[in-house]
Nanobody, 125 residues
Framework: QVQLVESGGGLVQAGDSLKLACVASGRTFRNNDMGWFRQAPGKEREFVAAIRWSGDSTYYADSVKGRFTISRDNAKKTVYLQMNNLKPEDTAVYYC??????????????????WGQGTQVTVSS
């Protein structure tokens, strides 16, 4: 079992930065791939970024590539999402996700076993 708690969301202006954190509980964090998804009002949840358990591979949605960076600290059982140059279209609830091995379908939410409660990110224009 893995429990996930996100933090770091807030209200910012376009062009600002935010850093989200997701702290995991459970002994198997270091063996889990980790990901971030987001869901805007009236839209389906969408993939944002993912990182392998080893940290040596990362994946990004095209919409955030070059602006967002996912990283992890296995000693702290924490995964981060650094978000730079935020845009109003980045406004959403951001969710942390974990899975023992998510495989090539990391962009599908059904591939992930554990989810956090989400943290709101609002970007004003």
């Amino acid at each position: 079992q893995v429990q996930l708690v996100e933090s770091g969301g807030g209200l910012v202006q376009a062009g600002d930065s935010l850093k989200l954190a997701c702290v995991a509980s459970g002994r198997t964090f270091r063996n889990n791939d980790m990901g971030w998804f987001r869901q805007a009002p009236g839209k389906e949840r969408e993939f944002v970024a993912a990182i392998r358990w080893s940290g040596d591979s990362t994946y990004y949605a095209d919409s955030v590539k070059g602006r967002f960076t996912i990283s992890r600290d296995n000693a702290k059982k924490t995964v981060y999402l650094q978000m730079n140059n935020l845009k109003p279209e980045d406004t959403a609830v951001y969710y942390c996700a974990a899975a023992y091995y998510v495989g090539k379908d990391y962009y599908k939410d059904l591939s992930w076993a554990y989810w956090g409660q989400g943290t709101q990110v609002t970007v004003s224009s």
